[in-house]
């Protein structure tokens, strides 16, 4: 699963943390997204945040049962 794949089903239940202004404030692309498959079959998403350099981690978990974004 792609983070692309993860948009599209998150439109509904996370419909702003994809969103273009919310990339642009955090300093984050789409690309800068990596996805890793959980033993659970959630889906590990991380991505640095800070316009110019890092200044933490965006993570979240995946959950494809119920289509939502959690924090651990």
Known sequence: M????????TQ???PYFFSR?????????MK???VYKQ?????????PFGPSKPKGETMRYF???NNEL???
């Not at 202004?21 to 692309?29: I, P, R, S, V």
């Not at 033993?39 to 991505?47: E, Q």
């Open 32 to 34: 800068s997204f990596k």
């Open 2 to 9: 792609t983070i692309y794949d993860i948009k599209y089903r």
């Open 63 to 65: 959950n494809p049962a």
């Open 39 to 47: 033993y659970d079959g959630r889906f590990m998403l991380c991505a």
């Open 12 to 14: 509904e239940t996370s």
């Open 21 to 29: 202004n919310t990339l642009k404030f955090f300093g984050q692309t």
């Open 70 to 72: 959690e924090r651990s």
